[in-house]
């Protein structure tokens, strides 16, 4: 994995590690003028009630969902990518748990999931892991959700064709069903992102 800084004017903008597929030669070649990528994620607002056995649950500030948000990265088309990291100053990729269930003043919270230095150029699409551990409402015992099978731990949207611009920000913003994606087996729930995640829009600015 190389290890890219990029500069202007004598003063570091950022670090990103770009993800390679031959030594150092993906094709996303580093930027001494890299523009932002950044990757949001909340839950739909309509999405709000669970049955649970025979009672209907629904959202409250105090619930929470534990989901881990991974491996994140854009490609530029002939299996070319760059990877995607948490923050602005990330020096690796890792992942990282948000409560997708989180509330403020009655309403989902969106997420900044991913926020990264890219080379600039046309893009045409974007891929991230999810994975649900855990349920908790306020007043029943916490719920064990189980992950994904390893292949239906990433979900992918193709045939975007965004581009980035040096110095601007392209943001993706994503919605997801938390709720309606939770099916019951047995003791457990078990979680399918696969049919219950959307692209909301792609903007710069």
Same mark, same amino acid.
């Given at each position: 994995?190389?290890?890219?800084?990029?500069?202007?004017?004598?003063?570091?903008? =950022? /670090?990103? /590690?770009?993800?390679?597929?031959?030594?150092?030669?993906? =094709?996303?070649?580093?930027?001494?003028?890299?523009?932002?990528?950044?990757?949001?994620?909340?839950?739909?607002?309509?999405?709000?009630? +669970?049955?649970? @056995?025979?009672?209907? @649950?629904?959202? #409250?500030?105090?619930?929470? /969902?534990?989901?881990?948000?991974?491996?994140?990265?854009?490609?530029?088309?002939? =299996?070319?990518?760059?990877?995607?990291?948490?923050?602005?100053?990330?020096?690796?990729?890792?992942?990282?748990?948000?409560? @997708?269930?989180?509330?403020?003043?009655?309403?989902?919270? &969106?997420?900044?999931?991913?926020?990264?230095? +890219?080379?600039?150029?046309?893009?045409? *699409?974007?891929?991230? =892991?999810?994975? *649900?551990?855990?349920?908790?409402?306020?007043?029943?015992?916490?719920?064990?959700?189980?992950?994904?099978?390893? #292949?239906?731990? %990433?979900? *992918?949207? &193709?045939?975007?064709?965004?581009?980035? #611009?040096?110095?601007?920000?392209?943001? @993706?913003?994503?919605?997801?069903?938390?709720?309606?994606?939770?099916?019951?087996?047995?003791?457990?729930?078990?979680?399918? %992102?696969?049919?219950?995640?959307?692209?909301?829009?792609?903007?710069?600015?």
């Amino acid at each position: 994995m190389c290890r890219t800084l990029w500069f202007r004017n004598g003063m570091r903008l =950022g /670090m990103c /590690m770009v993800a390679l597929l031959w030594g150092c030669t993906t =094709g996303v070649e580093p930027s001494s003028h890299p523009g932002i990528v950044r990757v949001t994620l909340e839950a739909n607002p309509a999405d709000t009630s +669970i049955v649970i @056995i025979v009672d209907t @649950i629904v959202v #409250s500030d105090q619930d929470s /969902m534990d989901l881990t948000v991974f491996q994140g990265r854009v490609t530029a088309g002939d =299996g070319r990518f760059a990877t995607l990291y948490p923050a602005i100053d990330s020096y690796r990729q890792e992942d990282r748990v948000y409560n @997708i269930l989180r509330r403020l003043n009655g309403n989902y919270v &969106r997420h900044v999931v991913f926020e990264s230095y +890219i080379p600039p150029g046309s893009y045409d *699409a974007v891929q991230l =892991g999810l994975s *649900a551990t855990s349920l908790k409402f306020h007043y029943q015992p916490p719920i064990t959700v189980e992950p994904p099978q390893d #292949s239906l731990r %990433f979900v *992918a949207f &193709r045939g975007l064709n965004f581009a980035v #611009s040096e110095g601007s920000t392209t943001e @993706i913003a994503l919605q997801v069903d938390p709720l309606k994606a939770l099916t019951r087996f047995r003791d457990v729930y078990r979680m399918d %992102f696969q049919h219950y995640v959307r692209l909301l829009g792609v903007r710069n600015y």
